[in-house]
């Protein structure tokens, strides 16, 4: 998802609030800048596997090299889809509209049900790093509950309200081969698909310049 992250003394790491955060992840500061893929490639719109291997460094290696790609990006989050990898796990680092900022990763997440009585739909802009260049005006409950599993398996469970759900429900939506162009009328998605055209090369040429500032 696309985004701006800034820091803020209110911090919440794995759902958890912490007294300090440094302002860019330790994850960042370890990972490797990855290729993010672009609407149309095959691995993007189709169901990520779960994640079945738990612990291992190959697993601690790609949720490193994610962050470091959602930085470079500027993103809220980022699905391992959008980095070539068939696998349902997502990161996110993402200031909400309350200044809390929230950092973490989920393997295997599954969206709860929201009673019909809380269920309130906003709309809002989104926008997708996969989707370089265009937003879109967006349906999502404006508040979310999602279950799954961190890095080394222990179970998790994230809350989210305002853009922090909207992050939330939007990367799950990834990791079953979905892009917010799919809940686009045809008239919609067809123009933005024409705005990106026009914005990717601009997108890219700024990711990689953040990139080499951070030295990546």
């Known amino acids: 998802m696309s985004g701006g992250t800034s820091p803020d003394r209110r911090v919440r790491v794995q759902g958890e609030p912490v007294d300090s955060y440094p ?23 189709r169901r990520c596997r779960e994640v079945t291997r738990f612990g291992t460094p190959e697993l601690s290696h790609l949720v490193d ?4 790609t959602n930085q470079v990006a500027e993103g809220a989050g980022l699905a391992a889809n959008q980095v070539g990898v068939d696998l349902q796990l997502f ?18 997440p599954v969206l709860a049900e929201v009673p019909a009585e809380h269920r309130r739909l906003v709309e809002e802009p989104e926008g997708c790093l996969s989707v370089p260049g265009p937003y879109r005006v967006v349906p999502r409950l ?14 998790l ?36 698909l024409r ?9 890219f040429a700024r990711r990689a310049a953040l990139a080499a500032k951070l030295g990546k």
């Open 91 to 108: 990161v996110w680092d993402i200031t909400d509209e309350w200044g809390v900022r929230h950092v973490g990763h989920l393997a295997n």
């Open 195 to 203: 705005e990106m055209a026009e914005a990717k090369e601009r997108t």
């Open 65 to 68: 090299d994610m962050f470091a």
């Open 157 to 192: 469970v994230i809350e989210g309200r305002g853009y922090f759900a909207r992050c939330l429900q939007h990367e799950t939506d990834h990791l079953h081969g979905r892009l917010y162009l799919d809940r686009l009328a045809q008239r919609e998605r067809k123009a933005a």
């Open 142 to 155: 404006d508040s979310a509950v999602v279950r799954g599993r961190d890095m080394n398996g222990s179970p």
């Open 23 to 45: 302002r860019l992840a330790p994850e960042v500061e370890r990972g490797a800048v990855r290729r993010i893929t672009v609407v149309g490639e095959e691995v993007l719109h």
